[in-house]
Every structure is written in structure tokens, then in C-alpha cells.
């Protein structure tokens, strides 16, 4: 099983429409969460860190749950220009001090007009 | 502000030749990742550096290899280069804490 698992997709949905992803890790020293999204043949970039209370940016809301061990992400009102891979991103720190951040494979999401 | 710093952008190589990518973090982050992304593929992750040790390895080719500087950039070199190894190699760099940046990566060709 992998660490961090995302559904690939992709989501196909109608402009306007709102989406939501789920990722689910599996390691429970995971200490730091984050929404990475990547654009075709561009690096990735950091869309939000994901807090125990949650936050929201604009149309953007991540969630954590620990207790079930996932984060989601939820766009609300999509744009064309949210057609992206969205990436889940991990932080695990281990006692020795070192830590290491662990990708899920990314979901793709189109916005259709 | 200063963010991640890949060089070369773009890098046309032939087979069997070697090649070499140069990473360079935002100041004070003590991590270094290095990606492989080939075309419609998530990163897959290669090695990575804290304070200048390896930490962590993922799946490097042994033809591969890296290391970090006492300035904490990275170098990744890349032997005996092979038509597989075409793709798009990202450096990601990371404080304690905060979630990591990337560089806008570099292009290998082999051909």
C-alpha cells in the first residue's frame, strides 16, 4: 500500500460546479500536510497548507482528519482555470529529527465549459 | 522573492553521454529532493540531502548520483544517459516545517 494514496481521476465537471478530492496517508508520525497543484509540463506549486482546523482560501478549503488519516481538498464555483493535477503532499518527521515529505500520485481534474 | 534556482532549463544530451543538474535552495532550507517526472507521470522521487547527508532514497539508477554542498545546493550526475532517462527533473528544497518549493526543473532530452 502507499503511503499517500489519491484517486487519480480524472474529474471531469462543469464550470461552476463544485469538487472535492480525498487523500488518505498511512503513516501516523505524518506531521505537516499541503495541496500542491500542478500545471502540464510545469513544477508543481504550493496551493495551501492544510491545518487540524481546517482553512479556507477563496473557493479553496482543505480539511485534515486525523483520526481517519486523510486530508481533502474542495474547490467551490470550478474555473477553467483550475484544470490541473492536484498533488497531496505528506511531512513525516521521524524521532532521529529528520524529516521527509511524501507525494500522493496526484488527481487530475478538468473544468469543461 | 528568492525561490528555487534548477540549471540548466533545458538539456539535450546523447545517449551514453553524462549530464549534470545543479540545484540551488532558498536560503536556509536544509533539504533537497530530487524528481523525476516523465511525460504524463507523477514525480517519482530520486534522493534526497539534509545538512549536506543523504537522508533518503527513493529510485536512483545507479548510473545516477548526488550530493549536497556545504552551500546546500545540489548537483545530480547523470552516466551512461539512456533514451528512458528523457524527462523532466525537479529539485524540490525544504525547511522544518514547511511544505517544500520547487524549482521550474530541466528539461533532459537523450537522444
Known amino acids: 500500500r502507499k503511503e499517500v494514496e489519491q484517486d487519480p481521476g480524472p474529474f471531469n465537471v462543469p464550470e461552476g460546479a463544485t469538487v472535492a478530492f480525498n487523500c488518505t496517508y498511512s503513516n501516523s508520525a505524518s506531521q505537516s500536510f499541503f495541496w500542491y497543484r500542478q500545471d502540464c509540463r510545469k513544477e508543481p506549486k504550493l496551493l495551501m497548507s492544510?491545518?487540524?482546523s481546517g482553512n479556507e482560501d477563496g473557493r479553496f478549503t482543505a480539511q485534515l482528519n486525523r483520526a481517519s488519516q486523510y486530508i481533502s481538498l474542495l474547490i467551490r464555483d470550478s474555473k477553467l482555470s483550475d484544470s490541473a493535477t492536484y498533488l497531496c503532499?505528506?511531512?513525516?518527521?521521524?524521532?532521529?529529527?529528520?524529516?521527509?515529505?511524501?507525494f500522493g500520485t496526484g488527481t487530475r481534474l478538468k473544468v469543461l465549459a | 522573492a528568492a525561490g528555487v534556482i534548477q540549471s540548466p532549463r533545458h538539456l539535450i544530451k546523447e545517449k551514453r553521454e553524462t549530464a549534470t543538474l545543479k540545484c540551488y535552495p532558498i536560503p536556509r532550507h536544509d533539504t533537497v529532493y530530487w524528481y523525476q517526472q516523465g511525460p504524463g507521470q507523477d514525480p517519482q522521487f530520486l534522493i534526497s540531502f539534509y545538512e549536506k547527508m543523504q537522508s533518503d532514497k527513493g529510485s536512483i539508477p545507479d548510473r545516477f548520483s548526488a550530493q549536497q554542498f556545504s552551500d546546500y545546493h545540489s548537483e545530480l550526475n547523470m552516466s551512461s544517459l539512456e533514451l528512458g532517462d528523457s524527462a523532466l527533473y525537479f529539485c524540490?528544497?525544504?525547511?522544518?516545517?514547511?511544505?517544500?518549493?520547487f524549482g521550474s526543473g530541466t528539461r533532459l532530452t537523450v537522444v
Open positions: 503532499v505528506v511531512n513525516i518527521l521521524f524521532t532521529s529529527g529528520t524529516y521527509k515529505y511524501i
Open positions: 492544510v491545518y487540524s
Open positions: 524540490a528544497t525544504a525547511g522544518r516545517g514547511y511544505g517544500y518549493t
